[in-house]
T-cell receptor, first 110, second 114 residues
Framework: TQLLEQSPQFLSIQEGENLTVYCNSS?????LQWYRQEPGEGPVLLVT?????EVKKLKRLTFQFGDARKDSSLHITAAQPGDTGLYLC??????????FGKGTHLIIQP | DTGVSQNPRHKITKRGQNVTFRCDPI?????LYWYRQTLGQGPEFLTY????????KSRLLSDRFSAERPKGSFSTLEIQRTEQGDSAMYLC????????????FGSGTQLSVL
């Protein structure tokens, strides 16, 4: 089973700051998904990255897929309290189910 | 359509009791998935259905866990003889074929076993 490592595990910053979280694997993956999960809710898909070196933007969020397709990053510009949540990366598993990382718990303080 | 619906949202039970959770997927989605999420972890895949067929169940945590989707619409997840270690959030998700279609999650059922 391919494992995903996410870092940092926890991050607490002030509103307006920038941040980057990471997702890494020892193996090449064909595509990677990023989710955001709020407390007491299910994960919500943010983006899917497929091509090595790909960059996708979603408002203040920038997602990057590494050239070697073994890593990905999520950068948030000018973080807001509404960005608070658990950020998960995931890839399609062999049994047609997603394999998730442990996530990065992000807190944006006003 | 209001998305994937799970009931109950919260369940508290005593050790040794049986519990059943229900998931109503988005109506046109033929694939339905169950995941478990413990505190501080990402969701862990348990099983999935394509229509009424359960195509993968080897990742169910033990023989105390079972799932059904009898008519290819709603699904139930049952845990027999619950243990304290079963306490977790149980998430249901659905999507259309093929595999790379977007996966939609429900809000989950939070189980606490006392």
């Amino acid at each position: 089973t391919q494992l995903l490592e996410q870092s940092p595990q926890f991050l607490s910053i002030q509103e307006g700051e920038n941040l980057t979280v990471y997702c890494n694997s020892s193996s090449v993956f064909s595509s990677l998904q990023w989710y955001r999960q709020e407390p007491g809710e299910g994960p919500v898909l943010l983006v899917t990255v497929v091509t090595g070196g790909e960059v996708k933007k979603l408002k203040r969020l920038t997602f990057q897929f590494g050239d070697a397709r073994k890593d990905s990053s999520l950068h948030i510009t000018a973080a807001q309290p509404g960005d608070t949540g658990l950020y998960l990366c995931a890839l399609e598993g062999g049994a047609d189910g997603l394999t998730f990382g442990k996530g990065t718990h992000l807190i944006i303080q006003p | 359509d209001t998305g994937v619906s799970q009931n109950p949202r919260h369940k508290i039970t005593k050790r040794g009791q049986n519990v059943t959770f229900r998931c109503d997927p988005i109506s046109e989605h033929n694939r339905l998935y169950w995941y478990r999420q413990t505190l501080g972890q990402g969701p862990e895949f348990l099983t999935y259905f394509q229509n009424e067929a359960q195509l993968e169940k080897s990742r169910l945590l033990s023989d105390r866990f079972s799932a059904e989707r009898p008519k290819g619409s709603f699904s139930t997840l049952e845990i027999q003889r619950t243990e304290q270690g079963d306490s977790a959030m149980y998430l249901c998700a659905s999507r259309s074929s093929p595999t790379n279609e977007k996966l939609f999650f429900g809000s989950g059922t939070q189980l606490s076993v006392l």
